[in-house]
């Protein structure tokens, strides 16, 4: 993807998560999407739901990070290793301590908006598009759409999160990964002043 294309897909991602979290800010209940949603997954059994989570859980995501990092190591490419770390970490420290209680939408006695399950998931996923080409780019970004679905219908049945903390996590995702790229890269190609 080309840097003006990332600027323009990461500006229209951030604006779409803050609209629809501001739509939902301070709300206890779901809407009527959400809902719809909730009926559809409802009564699949805990064990399909479970495993439709787990390509969101940090036990699964960390190795594959890990694993993408070393690729790029050995690669001879520090920069991306460097993104590869920077790109999912600061997307879940920004959506866990900023938005998370900033858009103060609570499922329970949990702050919802948007999902963190959603935002680690999307990032990783958004890390290897990057990084990849031609093909594999299409391959990751097809896979990454069926496990966010999947993984959706497991967040929303097992009650974790609304459909649209899904929603608003996946778009804030993709913004703050490419945001990050756009810093990462901005800074190994400025020049060197103290020479």
């Known amino acids: 993807m080309r840097v003006r294309q990332q600027g323009i897909t990461a500006a229209a991602c951030v604006l779409f998560a803050l609209v629809l979290g501001l739509v939902h800010a301070g ?4 809407s009527d999407l959400d809902d719809a949603a909730w009926s559809a997954v409802d009564g699949w059994p805990h ?10 859980e940090p036990y699964v995501l960390l190795p594959v990070l ?13 920069g991306d290793a460097l993104f590869v770390v920077l790109g999912p970490a600061v997307a879940v420290a920004v959506n866990t301590w900023v938005l998370k209680p900033l858009f103060d939408r609570w499922k329970g006695d949990t702050l ?13 996923l958004v890390v290897v598009a990057v ?63 103290g020479r």
């Open 27 to 30: 709300e206890r209940v779901p």
């Open 47 to 56: 064990g399909v739901l479970r495993a439709l989570v787990l390509p969101t």
């Open 66 to 78: 890990a694993a993408v990092a070393l690729w790029c190591l050995r690669a001879a490419r520090p």
């Open 112 to 124: 919802v908006y948007p999902s963190g399950h959603t935002v680690s998931m999307v990032a990783t």
């Open 131 to 193: 990084l990849v080409d031609g093909r594999a780019r299409v391959v990751t970004a097809v896979v990454g759409v069926v496990l966010l679905a999947c993984a959706a219908a497991g967040m929303v049945g097992l009650g974790y999160h609304y459909v649209t903390d899904v929603v608003g996590g996946a778009f804030f995702a993709v913004f703050a990964v490419l945001a990050v790229r756009g810093l990462v890269r901005s800074r190994r190609t400025r020049p060197d002043r």
